[in-house]
């Protein structure tokens, strides 16, 4: 008997409201191997969740190839910039491609020739070509979660070439930023010959002989409304309470990150260590409350960065602990969304310093869900979030340990006045622009509404 749950991530807290709103059918991995029954419980839990199902089956060595592989040990890492963890193994790709071919027949099944076909992330590249070479002609559309690396880096993949050329089969292709979307038409200019573009909107076109491509920038965002909501109810106000009361006269620091590399932990904790050691009052002042959630733990880099994250802590807690005072909590877990949210509204700081990421949800969350409107967020400036963000958070360069630490004691001794003004900016901000502002802006452009 199956159980179906979504998966974490960004992505699927991004989507998940807009399909059960509009509607439609998402079609992806279903994250197992054996499918007996899978079918039937898919339909089940999409007449529960207001939209259809579709699994797409995948054998383990093709998980281990195409999504660790490829996906993970190549596209994530030189997506953000970190070009010496690729694992450049020419047979990723060649999976890679061929699970994008089985992506586009399962979609190519199950479309009605008005459907509007629309494809996220850097997993699926390769999918419009595919489409195309099945003569599926309806409208295609993709977004990129991650970042877009800029040209000198993107050069270094392999197959720069192919992948640039399949992207460009796409209508559509939307990028978290402007910068992204910068380096994706300087890399088309630098490796794709005679493609002429309009830069100077926000979504911009390349004109084809066959057809026109257009390439925008759509800073993707969360259900605001909902998660204001869901922070206001009794019970995570109570539980928000209690973790309050739990360190009477301390500032909670909350850090929510996936463990990943992009994520900047190790460098976080020097910072916070570094602030410890140079604004003495911060000591039995705040506490840290650090939350990783476990991710891609097959991969050996992620094993690595595990043990780093957790000597750093063991380390500052070591040297600082006090009587009834430990530095740094520490927690290697999901943890259900109501707690999320009460971890969110008992934070005083946020501290959000990834070295890249395409948006960063946990800062918005963060915002949302801080109803008492005292909060502040310290935010890195390589997040994609800092271009909306910028006015009302404490930017930080993640690489910079002292400067870090220094926003760390800002945030710590910002008067109420000042935090609630910076707060109100970045709600009203992010609440303009939320997840329904974002896929009607993308389908708009896609002229699909
Ligand atoms: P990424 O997509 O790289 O993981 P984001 O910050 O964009 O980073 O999104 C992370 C998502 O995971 C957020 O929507 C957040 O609510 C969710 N999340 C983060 N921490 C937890 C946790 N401990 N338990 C459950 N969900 C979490």
């Not at 960004?10 to 998940?16: Q, R, S």
């Not at 570094?274 to 476990?294: C, I, N, R």
């Not at 390589?382 to 930080?396: D, E, I, P, Y």
């Not at 003004?421 to 709600?427: G, I, T, V």
């Amino acid at each position: 008997m199956w159980q179906v749950e979504a998966s974490g991530g960004g992505l699927v807290t991004a989507l998940e409201p807009v399909l059960r709103q509009k509607g439609g059918l998402w079609i992806g991995w279903p994250g197992v191997y054996e499918d007996g029954g899978l079918e039937q419980a898919l339909a089940a839990k999409g007449v529960e969740a207001g939209y259809a199902l579709k699994g797409v089956n995948l054998t383990e060595e093709e998980v281990g190839d195409y999504y660790y592989g490829f996906s993970n040990e190549i596209l994530w890492p030189l997506f953000h910039d970190l070009q010496n963890l690729c694992n450049f193994d020419p047979a990723y790709w060649n999976v890679y491609k061929e699970v994008n071919a089985k992506f586009a027949q399962v979609i190519a099944r199950n479309v009605s020739r008005l459907d509007y076909i629309w494809v996220q992330d850097y997993h699926l590249l390769l999918v419009a070509k595919e489409l195309r070479n099945l003569k599926v002609r309806n409208k295609t559309g993709f977004f990129l979660h991650t970042p877009f690396p800029p040209l000198d880096i993107f050069l270094k993949l392999p197959w720069r070439r192919q992948v640039l050329q399949a992207m460009m089969e796409y209508d559509l292709l939307g990028f978290q930023t402007a910068r992204d979307r910068n380096n994706f038409l300087q890399c088309v200019e630098s490796l794709i010959k005679g493609v002429q573009h309009d830069a100077r909107r926000q979504v911009s076109t390349i004109a084809r002989p066959e057809r026109e491509l257009k390439v925008g920038s759509f800073p993707i965002s969360i259900d605001f409304g909902q998660f204001a909501r869901d922070a206001s109810q009794e019970l995570v106000a109570q539980r928000a309470w209690d973790l309050c009361q739990a360190v009477p006269d301390r500032q909670i620091i909350l850090g929510v990150d996936r463990l990943d590399y992009s994520k900047g932990l190790p460098q976080k904790l020097q910072a916070f260590r570094y602030a410890l050691e140079q604004y003495t009052d911060l000591q039995e002042k705040v506490t840290l409350v650090q939350v990783v959630v476990p991710s891609r733990e097959d991969i050996p880099e992620y094993q690595e960065l595990r043990e780093e994250v957790e000597g750093l802590v063991s380390e500052i807690n070591g040297r600082f602990s006090r009587w009834a005072w430990v530095p740094v909590h520490y927690m290697y877990r999901n943890l259900p969304r109501m707690e999320l949210l009460a971890y969110y509204r008992a934070a005083a700081i946020a501290l959000v310093t990834p070295l890249k990421d395409g948006m960063n949800l946990v800062a918005k969350e963060y915002c949302a869900a801080n109803v008492d409107r005292n909060g502040v967020l310290i935010l890195s400036e390589f997040a994609g979030a800092a271009v909306q963000l910028r006015g009302g958070s404490l930017l930080v360069n993640p690489y910079d340990v002292e400067s870090t630490a220094q926003a760390i004691y800002q945030a710590f001794i910002m008067n109420t006045n000042e935090r609630r003004s910076r707060m109100k900016r970045l709600r009203s901000s992010i609440r303009a622009r939320d997840i329904y502002w974002w896929v009607d802006f993308f389908l708009r452009e896609a002229r699909v509404t």
